[in-house]
């Protein structure tokens, strides 16, 4: 077995002292050794798995953030991304739903930071159209996502789903 990460959460001195003689005690019995070059005690706050843990809680790390201006565009010379529709499957073109106003500006905001990044272009003349579905977060601000409800009907099961999305 192979651990990568350990994260040992305590309020005070004492039970931190606690918490981790517990925790060596826990490694000894099943025959666990850290490697003490990788080891840090006694921190406020630190990066675990991609994310900054404080006293106050859990946030993205920045340094592993992206915003969609820095995720630009692979070029199609590079790589393209093509449908595997199976036969027999004609394209849908869901019917435009009308979107209320503070959702129609968060739609049109973070397709323009997709237009500009390269990671979407305008097309004139599509076979599959799929309509956006905004989702409030925690924060207050929206979330696009789009309904691939008829495109997933029509394209094989990915042997590999996707095992959590991220809900906040």
């Known amino acids: 077995v192979y ?5 040992v ?4 001195e004492a039970e931190m002292v606690r918490d981790i003689e517990e925790t060596f005690r826990t ?7 850290l490697n003490p070059k990788k080891c840090s005690f006694g921190l406020a706050e630190g990066v675990f798995l991609g994310y900054v843990i404080t006293p106050e809680g859990i946030k993205p790390c920045m340094d592993k953030t992206a915003a969609p201006s820095d995720m630009t565009g692979v070029p199609r010379s590079v790589a393209e991304h093509r449908l595997n529709i199976r036969e027999g499957y004609t394209p849908v073109r869901q019917k435009k739903r009308s979107q209320a106003p503070e959702r129609a500006r968060a739609i049109q905001a973070e ?10 272009r305008e097309v004139y003349y599509h076979d599959w159209l799929s309509n956006p579905v905004m989702v409030k977060k925690h924060d207050g601000s929206w979330r696009m996502c789009v ?3 008829d495109l997933n009907r ?3 099961q990915d042997c590999y789903p996707l095992s959590e999305i991220d809900w906040k």
């Open 9 to 12: 959460k305590s309020h005070t």
């Open 147 to 149: 309904d691939f409800t």
């Open 111 to 120: 397709v323009q930071k997709m237009v500009d990044a390269g990671i979407m």
């Open 3 to 7: 651990v990568d990460d350990l994260v």
């Open 154 to 156: 029509a394209c094989p």
């Open 27 to 33: 490694l000894r019995r099943v025959n666990m050794k």
